[in-house]
């Protein structure tokens, strides 16, 4: 296990234009009734030089993984006959510190 990325997403206070709906914000709702959650920062494994972003299905709940440039197009793997999703990993932010000091 190898964990690369020491800090977490930068915030940033940029105001976009809340008329366009870009298919990687968190929300967006493809007409598929496929949503964003949010962005992983994973590496997708179809596709080079996009991320996994975290869909769910609106139908079913199902929850999975899609690169950047399907997400508009994207079908419920579970319930719509989509393209199985990519891998989903759990934020890394698990810290198991307390009761692992050697005792002797
Ligand atoms: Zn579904």
């Known amino acids: 296990m190898k964990l690369t990325s020491p ?12 008329t366009r709906a870009l298919t990687t914000e968190p929300g967006f709702v493809n007409p598929n009734r496929q949503k964003v959650i949010a962005s992983t920062g994973a590496a997708s494994t179809t596709r080079n030089n996009q991320a996994i972003y975290h869909l769910r299905c609106g139908l079913c709940a199902h929850e999975y993984g899609c690169n950047g440039l399907d997400i508009k197009a994207r079908l419920c793997p579970a319930c719509q006959n989509g393209a199985p999703g990519e891998p989903l990993r759990e934020p890394a932010t698990m810290l198991l510190f307390g009761s692992e000091q050697p005792s002797r």
């Open 7 to 18: 800090s977490g997403p930068a915030r940033r206070s940029a105001q976009r234009s809340a």
